[in-house]
């Protein structure tokens, strides 16, 4: 006689999130199995606008700002205050800027905030994916609202790590998050990415893509990885919570270490 209302759950994910910016919750929420909460907690983002408004291309300075203290880390600690598992930290562009060493510092940073939670961050989750997936070979597809200076940013930052990066560019879609559509984002990513690669990467806890990682690891015949899937992925092994995902890729079939 009782309705679903939310309490019962075997794990509850936090996430980060820009305030202005409804992606990563959205996207973890519909990637959510039964039985896992998300909870988000805002952080200010200079280049977001109330109602979800940015630029045609965001600016690095407001990017950088978005890890460094003192917004994420108070957010972070707030949001340790409830009963979670694990904090996701959803947002890629800083990865790029701060390199792999930056970020595992910024996580140490944020765990140092959350009271024994874990803490974990979307470059550093592509990075474990890639390799558990035996990647060698990348194409990095970024939000149109990276322009090619961070695109290139994060091109380096998987070729330091050890990967080929055979291609990588902004994708040719509108830039504004609410245009951006599943067919529309399949359709440029079908007829853009070169055959013969092990993986693609499409970057950008903000850009609506989850929805079409199963339908291009058919067309491709390759690995894609989405900025927000991998973040879930990886949350939900740091957290421990052993629940099945379908319907959102190759990754989630994988077993391996959860740290």
Do not use: K
């Amino acid at each position: 006689m009782w309705r679903p209302d939310g309490w019962d759950v075997t794990g509850r994910i936090g996430v980060l999130t820009p305030h202005a910016d409804v992606g990563p919750e959205s996207e973890l929420r519909a990637m959510a199995p039964n039985g896992v909460g998300v909870h988000a907690s805002r952080v200010e983002f200079g280049a977001m606008r109330a109602g979800g408004g940015m630029d045609p291309t965001i600016p690095l300075e407001p990017v950088r700002a978005f890890a460094r203290p003192p917004h994420v880390d108070r957010a972070a600690e707030l949001l340790a205050g409830a009963p979670l598992q694990v904090i996701a930290f959803g947002f890629t562009s800083s990865g790029y800027l701060l390199g792999a060493d930056g970020e595992a510092e910024m996580i140490d940073r944020l765990e140092g905030r959350t009271g024994g939670i874990p803490v974990v961050a979307t470059c550093t989750a592509a990075l474990r994916a890639l390799r558990m997936l035996e990647a060698r070979s990348i194409v990095l597809l970024d939000p149109p609202w990276f322009d090619e200076d961070l695109n290139a940013s994060g091109a380096r930052f998987f070729t330091g790590e050890g990967f080929d990066v055979v291609h990588h560019a902004p994708c040719g879609v509108r830039s504004d998050q609410r245009a951006v559509t599943p067919a529309g984002l399949y359709e440029w990513i079908r007829g853009n990415v070169p055959a013969g690669v092990d993986a693609l990467f499409i970057g950008g806890n903000g850009f609506r893509a989850v929805g079409v990682i199963e339908a291009l690891e058919e067309a491709l015949g390759c690995a894609v990885l989405t900025a927000n899937q991998v973040l879930f992925w990886h949350a939900l092994r740091r957290g421990r919570i052993s629940l099945p995902v379908s319907g959102y890729g190759r990754l989630f079939d994988l077993d391996g270490p959860t740290a």
